[in-house]
């Protein structure tokens, strides 16, 4: 009895030990399908990621903007920024602008011609086009970056041109008595300090300087001083010197002024004269 039921026992045992290598080998199974089939799908997404990518990088470097990246000029000239876009096909405009100040100052298709600036457009054919923005009459307030945007079916494509401005002179205005001398520096850029000189003596840290900027951002810098007495025969000079440039404004040498007494007395002994030569002539008469 106790044989038999050894045996029924061993035999169990095989039974569970098969069914569990069969489970086993079943799952082992089932997961290599499943791998299989999902790593054909992942390979299939990523392929037809990176072509998609390809061809949106192709179609975007088939489009060419070109400006001028800086250009510099002297106020109140006519500043013309040009922007140039092409393509090897078609070019399907959406949107085509000079940006500056924060707002848009020119569009494709749409010419104008103000005070301040001129808009114009030239198409030279399906695949080339052409904005022109020119800034009448240079301000030190147009000085900044402008921005040529191109929207197309093609892509968005956009280059800057940073505009600067060398320099301004401006007009000098001097007077001079036997009190003070004064020099006004008007609508210059950019700014600078007034220098004082009487021969070689700089007289600048004595000086009394104000300055204000007027509304196309040009600064008017006056400058005073005060004349000392009995030096008047040795002329003052006074120039502006604008640190940003590192360079002198020639300003003006004021005149000699002579001083009121002498001049006072110079006048009344040419009138002595002149009445003592009358009293003779009449007297020989």
């Not at 038999?4 to 086993?24: F, G, M, N, P």
Request: hydrophobic fraction near 35%.
């Amino acid at each position: 009895m106790k044989s038999t039921s050894a045996a029924q026992k061993s035999s169990l045992d095989e039974r569970r030990s098969l069914s569990v290598r069969v489970q086993e080998s079943t799952m082992i199974k089932a997961m290599g399908f499943s791998s299989a089939v999902r790593t054909p799908r992942v390979f299939t997404w990523v392929s037809i990621f990176w072509l998609t990518s390809a061809v949106g990088v192709a179609v975007c470097q088939g489009v060419q903007i070109q400006t001028v990246s800086q250009l510099s000029a002297h106020c109140g000239q006519n500043v013309t920024l040009t922007c140039n876009v092409s393509s090897s096909q078609k070019l399907d405009i959406k949107q085509f602008s000079w940006l500056g100040k924060n707002k848009t100052l020119c569009k494709y298709k749409h010419d104008q011609a103000k005070p301040e600036l001129e808009c114009k457009t030239t198409k030279q054919d399906i695949s080339h086009h052409r904005l022109t923005l020119t800034l009448i009459n240079f301000k030190s307030i147009d000085v900044g970056e402008y921005i040529c945007k191109l929207h197309s079916a093609q892509g968005v494509k956009s280059k800057k041109t940073t505009v600067e401005m060398q320099e301004c002179r401006g007009n000098v205005i001097h007077s001079m008595n036997a009190s003070h001398a004064e020099c006004s520096f008007q609508g210059v850029y950019p700014d600078g300090v007034v220098h004082w000189f009487q021969g070689e003596a700089n007289l600048t840290d004595s000086s009394n300087t104000t300055q204000d900027m007027d509304k196309h951002g040009l600064h008017n810098i006056s400058s005073m001083i005060h004349v000392k007495k009995g030096k008047l025969k040795q002329p003052y000079s006074c120039s502006l010197w604008m640190p940003s440039l590192s360079k002198y404004h020639p300003g003006n040498l004021l005149p000699i002024v002579e001083e009121v007494g002498s001049s006072g007395s110079a006048a009344g002994l040419k009138w002595i004269c002149i009445v003592v030569e009358i009293i003779i002539l009449k007297l020989l008469m």
